[in-house]
Structure formats: structure tokens, C-alpha cells
């Protein structure tokens, strides 16, 4: 068992690779209990899609991956805003032309880039390639983004309650929904290099809607998505490392894990809960 545990430590890279991933893990299951409760789950999609047109021109001119992709993702939510204000689409609708549009350009610039083997890890994440130097940048952008979630955590969660409210009290509503999307595009950048563009919308997701499932307070939701978030990342690279597979796949799975036990056994939106209620209660009739 300690063999189990100790082994990988024995190589720098496992190393960085647990720690980044955790640390990437636990701010996208931070921020995910925001998206859950406020409904913006294919916005996290949207902004992680987009990214990738800026991470190819970054390695295209020799500029560092996270600039491009946070312009990129900043680009997507301007532009999005602008549609929803313009027109009378739908505001799912506008995401889906945006990041479509965005990510088909982005794959046609990798089509045209020489070093595609490089480019396909910002598709599908390359933890185990983690550099102290992209350990570091991945601290401090999850530390910013940590830092003006749990500061600014009263207004944020009465946006998501009632924003109508929020607005009534004098809150900058619009102003505080515009942070919320730049930090998801920070988010983006943050777990960009450890799960790739496409599995890191599931950690945006996931550890968010098994809070949900397991808590009946917000503070409770918010540990919990972020716990589902961190332990996901160090049961994924674990397997990844015995199991000899994707370490992404191996990180989104275990979450996928962790919400089928809350689905399954969540005190109180758990289904084995619910069953074992209703039994008690169809058991012992109310006598009239």
C-alpha cells in the first residue's frame, strides 16, 4: 500500500503533475458551483472552445500559451455579450455560433501548424509534461482566480439567488457577471495544460453538479465541488500512472465517479436516500 502511494513521487514530473493537477482540479470545482447554480454551464463550454485559435497563434509567434488564451477568451465573452445585446437570439444560441466559430478556427490554424503532435496536448492536456515554470503560472492564476471568488463570495451568491434583488440593493449586477466570465476565462487558462480544451468543460461541470446533489447550503456546495475538484485530480493521475492511461480522461472520469456516488447515495437528492424515505413513509401511514 505505501508502495502504492510512494512510487511515483520517485519522478520529478509525477510531482508536478499531481500538484497541477490538483491545483487546476480543485479552482475549476470552485467556480463550477457558480456555473451550476446560475445556469451557465455551456458558457464555461463556450469560453473553454474559444480559447484554442489563441493558444495556436501564441505558439505560433513564440508568445506564451496562457496570453493567447485568455485574450481568446475574453475575445469569446465580448463578442457574445455584443450578439445577446444586438439581436434577439438567444443567449444559447449566440454561444453556440461563437465558440463553434472559434474552435473550428482554431483547429484549422493546428491543420496548418508544423508541430501538430505539440498542439494536439492543448486539445486533449499533457499534465505529465508539466514544467516547474507552467506549475507556477498555473499557482498563480488559480490564486488570483481563488482570491476574488472567496472575497467577493456574498455578492457572487446573491447574483446567482436573485440577481433582481442584487440589482434593488445596488450591486453592479452587470459588473459582477462580467468578472464572473473573465475569471472563467482565467479558469480556462488555468486548466488548460493539465486537461485540455476539451475535457476541462467536464471539470467546469461536474464537481459543481455533485455539490448540488450533496448539499443543501451554499457554503457546503462550494467545499464540496471544490473537495470533488481536488480529489478527482489526485485519484485520475494515480490511475493514470498504474493504469498506464490518459491522464485527463483518467481526472474526468474519477469526477464522473465521485457524482455517480453523490447521484447514488447524497443525503438528500440521492436517489438511495429518496427510495429508503418514501419506503419508511409508505411503511408508517398517517392515520386520519
Same mark, same amino acid.
Request: aromatic share 6%; charged share 10%.
Given at each position: 500500500? $505505501?508502495?502504492?502511494?510512494? &512510487?511515483?513521487?520517485?519522478?520529478?514530473?509525477?510531482?508536478?503533475?499531481?500538484? =497541477? &493537477?490538483?491545483?487546476?482540479?480543485?479552482?475549476?470545482?470552485?467556480? !463550477?458551483?457558480?456555473?451550476?447554480?446560475?445556469?451557465?454551464?455551456?458558457?464555461?463550454?463556450? $469560453?473553454?472552445?474559444?480559447?484554442?485559435?489563441?493558444?495556436? #497563434? &501564441?505558439?505560433?509567434?513564440? =508568445?506564451?500559451?496562457?496570453?493567447?488564451? @485568455?485574450?481568446?477568451?475574453?475575445?469569446?465573452?465580448?463578442?457574445?455579450?455584443?450578439?445577446?445585446?444586438?439581436?434577439? #437570439? /438567444?443567449?444559447?444560441?449566440? @454561444?453556440?455560433?461563437?465558440?463553434?466559430?472559434?474552435?473550428?478556427?482554431?483547429?484549422?490554424? $493546428? !491543420?496548418?501548424?508544423?508541430? +501538430?503532435?505539440?498542439? +494536439?496536448?492543448?486539445?486533449?492536456?499533457?499534465?505529465?509534461?508539466? !514544467?516547474?515554470?507552467?506549475?507556477? +503560472?498555473?499557482?498563480?492564476?488559480?490564486?488570483?482566480?481563488?482570491? %476574488?471568488?472567496?472575497? /467577493?463570495?456574498?455578492?457572487?451568491?446573491?447574483?446567482?439567488?436573485?440577481?433582481?434583488?442584487?440589482?434593488?440593493?445596488?450591486?453592479?449586477?452587470?459588473?459582477?457577471?462580467?468578472?464572473?466570465? %473573465?475569471? @472563467?476565462? $482565467?479558469?480556462?487558462?488555468? &486548466?488548460? +495544460?493539465?486537461?485540455?480544451?476539451?475535457?476541462?468543460?467536464?471539470? @467546469?461541470?461536474?464537481?459543481?453538479?455533485?455539490?448540488?446533489?450533496? =448539499?443543501?447550503?451554499?457554503?457546503?456546495?462550494?467545499?464540496?465541488?471544490?473537495?470533488?475538484?481536488?480529489?478527482?485530480?489526485?485519484?485520475?493521475?494515480?490511475?493514470?500512472?498504474?493504469?498506464?492511461?490518459?491522464?485527463?480522461?483518467?481526472?474526468?472520469?474519477?469526477?464522473?465517479? #465521485?457524482?455517480?456516488? =453523490?447521484?447514488?447515495?447524497?443525503?438528500?437528492?440521492?436517489?438511495?436516500?429518496?427510495? #429508503?424515505?418514501?419506503?419508511?413513509?409508505?411503511?408508517?401511514?398517517?392515520?386520519?
Amino acid at each position: 500500500m $505505501i508502495e502504492i502511494i510512494t &512510487a511515483p513521487f520517485e519522478y520529478g514530473f509525477m510531482v508536478h503533475a499531481l500538484a =497541477a &493537477a490538483v491545483i487546476a482540479s480543485t479552482v475549476c470545482g470552485l467556480l !463550477s458551483a457558480w456555473l451550476v447554480l446560475m445556469g451557465w454551464s455551456l458558457m464555461g463550454e463556450a $469560453i473553454a472552445h474559444s480559447v484554442l485559435p489563441g493558444v495556436v #497563434l &501564441a505558439y505560433i509567434f513564440g =508568445a506564451p500559451m496562457a496570453l493567447g488564451a @485568455l485574450i481568446f477568451g475574453l475575445l469569446a465573452v465580448l463578442i457574445i455579450g455584443g450578439l445577446n445585446r444586438s439581436t434577439v #437570439l /438567444k443567449r444559447d444560441t449566440t @454561444l453556440g455560433v461563437v465558440f463553434t466559430t472559434l474552435f473550428a478556427l482554431g483547429l484549422v490554424l $493546428i !491543420s496548418r501548424t508544423p508541430s +501538430q503532435t505539440h498542439l +494536439q496536448h492543448i486539445l486533449f492536456g499533457n499534465v505529465l509534461g508539466t !514544467s516547474l515554470s507552467t506549475l507556477v +503560472q498555473i499557482a498563480v492564476l488559480a490564486a488570483v482566480t481563488a482570491t %476574488v471568488l472567496l472575497v /467577493k463570495r456574498r455578492d457572487f451568491t446573491l447574483l446567482a439567488f436573485d440577481r433582481t434583488h442584487a440589482h434593488t440593493i445596488g450591486l453592479p449586477v452587470g459588473v459582477l457577471s462580467a468578472v464572473l466570465l %473573465v475569471l @472563467l476565462a $482565467i479558469t480556462t487558462v488555468t &486548466a488548460l +495544460q493539465t486537461l485540455g480544451v476539451i475535457l476541462v468543460v467536464a471539470m @467546469l461541470i461536474i464537481p459543481g453538479a455533485a455539490g448540488f446533489l450533496v =448539499a443543501r447550503t451554499f457554503g457546503l456546495m462550494l467545499t464540496v465541488s471544490a473537495l470533488v475538484g481536488g480529489l478527482a485530480a489526485v485519484l485520475g493521475v494515480y490511475a493514470s500512472w498504474w493504469l498506464d492511461v490518459s491522464t485527463g480522461g483518467a481526472i474526468v472520469l474519477s469526477a464522473s465517479a #465521485l457524482f455517480a456516488l =453523490a447521484y447514488l447515495g447524497g443525503p438528500h437528492r440521492g436517489v438511495v436516500p429518496r427510495l #429508503l424515505r418514501r419506503r419508511r413513509a409508505s411503511s408508517h401511514p398517517v392515520s386520519v
